[in-house]
């Protein structure tokens, strides 16, 4: 066995203290465990944590943004220069391929985060000022200051990772501490990511408890942690079951709790787009939906699609896709048990799995891409558990049989983050696109056009959030700079000429 | 007994329906019962609205916003034309005098409101567009989509009732019915709002259900209708207790609950200014707790003090007013009584009973201001029971042995509406005020320095709003449009090439 890692409370790398055990990480695609051990930090370790928080958020109030600015930058380029290491250990710890994904997607991206907050704290604008003369009053966003607790997913080893990615970068830039957790499923590049994050710290000076790192706890510790009046916040990105646990933790005691609690992105295929273009559309929905192995919180779900020839066609065209695909390697053990019972799940509510991969490539935790479908009258009498996610790669077609079932299908589409409309270039689409883009744009965070919904740019312009139940409030986006620091900024007033 | 009001559900008045009994509101300072009797509504009755609202939300967002900007406009003269009447009425329910308050502050603060919506609607920049090029990438917010229940209080009839105020116009200016409860103890006026704003939304052409009224129902339907997840969010302002009971009807099932909970506003005296300014400072401390019989949220609810002699003299002088003051009349029996209870509490936690009002003038429903005493090693060990909301005439002076102690009791206070500190113009003061300022910031929304809390400006740079348990999140404001319409919007992003 090799070592118990380290955790970091206040700035100091040190061994967990009174752990309730350790755990290790696997490699997916072998299903073997990995080396390395990591610690269940007691509830006693995350206390001490958010007391050293508590005073590094007063102590981050005084400290010149030029600071946050600096160590955007040097944490950026640190991970930038040691990107292949970091690299090759994720795809150890999560199958994710090396390239293009990490090192020349998601690595690229999360770099590019950590520089756009450092531009965005060079001037004052993320402050929001509001000058008013005449009442002789200013207003702007400030730190909430308070202790920001931010637990990353198992699908983005960078980008939303809890130490690296946009919850972590949103919740420092606004000038708070963050306590960061990382996902058990990548606990070893989260503890690079760490050591590289505590150096860059440091060398910025900012304050010790800045940025504080474990691995894992006990879910009631967890809850006690959410639901500690001293935290100012949560930011979790993960499943809709341990999110909501942890948002009832969080509300009574008025400490903020944003989640992303996962959607279907229902993509609407319009009668005329499958007539014009049905095998393109085909092939671009397989790759939507197995990219990643379908573990994308932007998958393709649910898809509408008419029953006419064309809609026929397309069916044919990509259930021999899916029967023609290999199977792909999941994120962990987990995931994988999880994806299969949500598979059974989506049988009982009346879907028919139709076409499912045939060729096993791979050994350790995999899974088949599969199609499912079911019919209008079906989905509309279980929308709820029809929409429930099923993480991994499968899309349920949902038959619909004329343009009126279309439109009622958009009106029970739970909150998700994408919704997307597939219309042809002739027109012939149009007035079916009219009528359902109101409906599916009260639905959604993000409306998409020809486009799967899978693919986040990051933008000050993208929205990667969406209606109850997708995520915990509709008027915030967990990705694209200055507006997803918002989360976690607290307004305040005051006559200039006082203070 | 007089008739039975109606109640108004998707553009009709009509008799309640399955009416779980009736109540009449009473004349404060008579105690006696007015004529008109109120229905409760039942729970079918709610949900009939809630029904008939979620088809208006749809409406809404196919309904162009200048008839908004319409109704705001028809909304304002209206009031402006029956403000004689509406200040009589509300007079007599809440025994808030008609002049100046009502006729002269309240009513035009009202309906200045009103016709900030109307101008803030007049051009698109509430929807705080971003567009950028490089990503071909639009977001902006829009309405929630559903309808926005609104619980007003008992201490504004007008600038913050249901069916007028702050809450009302915020979300209905962002594109959402509301539902409005009258509070019970101001019906009458909140009936004659409500058919003033029923015409108006009526002629203006927005849809039927954009806006509804009822008065009162069991505390189980209103629970019931809080945690419907129909409804977009609810936005309350009142007690502590009645808040959090409704947050947590909401928060499980995605319905933004935002709440405004009371505040201790805390007022810090510091020493150079007492020395300086002792007994003016007195006297505007107690037309600041007193001012509309201490039912401000607002309040100066506890001040510290240094206990040196000009400390002693401003006591002294604090204590005079108090002594020779007046009984007053407050809302009703339930706030009497409350109050009563409430300043129980204060003694029961430690404080003295140091000063009360000797003459009582009124029979009614009355309250004599009182003051309290505390030593600053008191606070520090009860500071949630010293700083509970007691909902009258009433202030607390937190007695500190030095700089030390100040700084103390600073980082105890709660959440908080606003703060303030006093400072002498000699500058002495300036080196306990740079120390304190950053504390205090930090636990309110407005921070004032040699001005009394009470008295909320109508400006785009208002904050009134704070940190948890004041209200029930730090970066929204209830006062101060566009900023306050931010609560009740969904940001939407889009391909501007597609849609």
Redesign the interface.
Known sequence: MGTVQPVLVSGVWRQARNAEGTFTASNPRTGAALDDQYPVSSFDELNEMLDAAVGAA?QL??TPVERRVRFFELYAAAIERDREALAEVAHVETALPVSPRLLDVEIPRTVRQLRMAADVLRNDDWRGR???P??N???E??P??APVLVIGPNNFPFAFNGISGGDFVAALAAGNPVIAKAHPLHAGVSRMLAVLCAACASEAGLPAAAVQFFYRCSPGSGLRLAGD?RLGAVAFTGSRDAG?RL??AA????V?FYGELSAANPVFLLPAALAENGDAIARDLFASFTVGCGQFCTRPAVVPVLTDPAGERFLETLRSLVTAASSQVLLGRSVRDRFRAACGEIVQAGASRTAEAKVTLHEGFTAEPVLFETTGTTFLAAPGALQHEAFGPMTLVVRVADEEEFARVARVVE?TLVATVYQAASGGDAALLARL??LL??R????????MPTGV?V?????H?G???AT??????AV?LP?SM??F???????PA??
Chains 1, 2 share one sequence.
Request: net charge positive; hydrophobic share 35%.
């Open positions: 007063e109030d005084g509001v000058v008013d005449a009442a009053m200013v207003s966003f400030h909430l200051g009046q909501l948002k009832a509300d009574p005691v008025g903020l909150g883009r109101p744009l009260r959604c965070g993000r409306f998409t056009v020809n486009k740019t933008s000050p312009a993208m929205n959030g209606p109850w139940p915990t409030h509709p008027g915030f986006t694209g507006r918002q989360r900024l607290a307004l305040k007033c005051w006559d006082q203070a």
